[in-house]
């Protein structure tokens, strides 16, 4: 007979109660992919802007719709998400805020922060 084994059968992620250090981690590393995908849309709006006159008009009635706003949002979003916590990350490199409890807190002003950051962000770009 075999012995039961006391690991989980079936896992569902999204029932899980994560730690806020795990989801400051996750969301760093999400916001670093968005930011990677986002520099190929950029560096074509930038290049449509100075192919020509039209191409600078082309992009700027784009960057004045909606979803172009929205899109910018979250690119701003995303640099401000990976800035703090990268700042938190160059912190527990140099031995500041290693300790469980420091680590809890700082994850906790990270995300804190990151999210003021997207109200303003929103603000002023809308």
Do not use: Q, Y
Not at 55 to 61: S, T
């Amino acid at each position: 007979m075999k012995a039961k084994s006391a690991r989980p059968t079936n896992l569902n992620v999204f029932s899980m109660r994560w730690p806020v250090t795990a989801l400051v981690s996750i969301s760093h590393r999400i916001s670093g992919v968005v930011l990677f995908l986002a520099t190929a849309l950029l560096l074509w709006l930038l290049d449509l802007s100075l192919a020509s006159e039209a191409g600078f008009e082309r992009a700027a009635a784009w960057l004045g719709s909606p979803w172009a706003k929205a899109a910018i949002w979250l690119v701003v979003t995303a640099l401000l998400c990976h800035l703090i916590a990268g700042c938190r990350h160059l912190l527990m490199d140099v031995g500041i805020g290693e300790s469980w409890r420091a680590g809890r807190n700082g994850a906790i002003i990270v995300a804190l922060l990151a999210a003021a950051g997207a109200i303003l962000a929103g603000l002023w770009i809308w």
